[in-house]
């Protein structure tokens, strides 16, 4: 079984404006892309989890959101992380639609251990909301931590990684 390091995008990845569903109004947070990359040479599977009502809500298209996912993956490649689209997991519904994806609901991550077999226990979240967190204790994750919003992360923060 393979560890993991759950991500939540908004905040975390990218700088969090609010609805980021196209590529010009996405800009990645500062060493999150030496993060990633240092967690994956240490073993672990990046793993994208992401409320995404903006796709509900029509603010943007599903068809933008996958857009915006190759080119960001793209990015992540060139700077020498292993991904694809397979590991990035999207809820695209409303707050209101009651589905079981949806963080704080656990669904995402539950998915993600199915395609991957991933030991929960032993895997990672950073999330910049208590919903992220929520979720993947739900879910299993052993490990999370609690960014602030559009801040930089550093390994060093995550105690005991
Ligand atoms: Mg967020």
Redesign the pocket.
């Known amino acids: 079984m393979r560890k993991a390091l759950f991500l939540?995008?908004?905040?975390?990845i990218n700088i969090?404006h609010g609805y980021v569903g196209r590529i010009e109004e996405f800009e990645f947070v500062e060493g999150v892309l030496d993060l990633i990359r240092k967690a994956q040479q240490r073993g672990y599977l990046p793993i994208v989890v992401t409320n995404q009502s903006g796709i509900g809500r029509g603010y943007y298209s599903e068809e933008d959101f996958k857009r915006l996912s190759d080119w960001m993956i793209d990015e992540m490649r060139q700077n020498g992380i292993v991904i694809d689209r397979s590991h990035i997991f999207f809820c695209p519904h409303r707050p209101d639609a009651g589905c079981d994806c949806r963080k704080p609901e656990p669904g995402m991550f539950l998915e993600a251990k199915d395609r991957f077999g991933i030991d929960m226990a032993a895997s990672w979240m950073i999330?910049?909301?208590p919903s992220?967190i929520e979720a993947a204790r739900r879910a299993g994750v052993g490990h999370t931590y609690l960014a602030r919003?559009n801040e930089k992360i550093e390994l060093k923060d995550l105690h005991g990684f």
């Open positions: 939540d995008r908004d905040g975390v969090d999330g910049d909301k992220d919003k």
